[in-house]
């Protein structure tokens, strides 16, 4: 392979890096701007479930669980709010180090369901 021909490669190859590295920060920059707005829904959600969860059929039972999920969606909507995209992708990379097995599990769920949606016409 001429000089040439290597260093059109490497040129190649630096402006995909750079151009992947700004849609990265772009997509980044997006989803921060829509946290506060994201947590809000997650909030106003759970706000929801506390007030029709007593009036469930079920019983006390699905009462519970019902004021259960919506404490979770209102700490969530607080870790959204709290913490920006790096911050929970380092979260969720320890996730994945200290539960590699079910990480796994999730990731070829998800990828089944993606494919799943993906190839519905």
Avoid: W
């Avoid at 019902?66 to 404490?71: G, I, K, P, S």
């Amino acid at each position: 392979m001429p000089t040439n021909s290597i260093t059109e490669h490497d040129d190649v190859t630096t402006q995909v890096k750079d151009k992947v590295a700004s849609v990265g920060r772009a997509a980044a920059e997006k989803i921060d701007a829509n946290r506060q707005g994201a947590a809000s829904g997650l909030e106003s959600a759970a706000s929801s479930l506390h007030e029709k969860a007593d009036g469930l059929p079920g019983g006390e039972k699905v009462s519970e669980l019902a004021h259960a999920t919506a404490d979770k969606l209102e700490a969530t909507a607080e870790y959204v709010r709290d913490n920006d995209v790096s911050g929970m992708a380092a979260d969720l990379e320890r996730l994945v180090r200290k539960n590699p097995g079910p990480a796994l599990l999730c990731a070829a769920g998800i990828g089944f369901l993606v494919g799943r949606a993906l190839s519905r016409d």
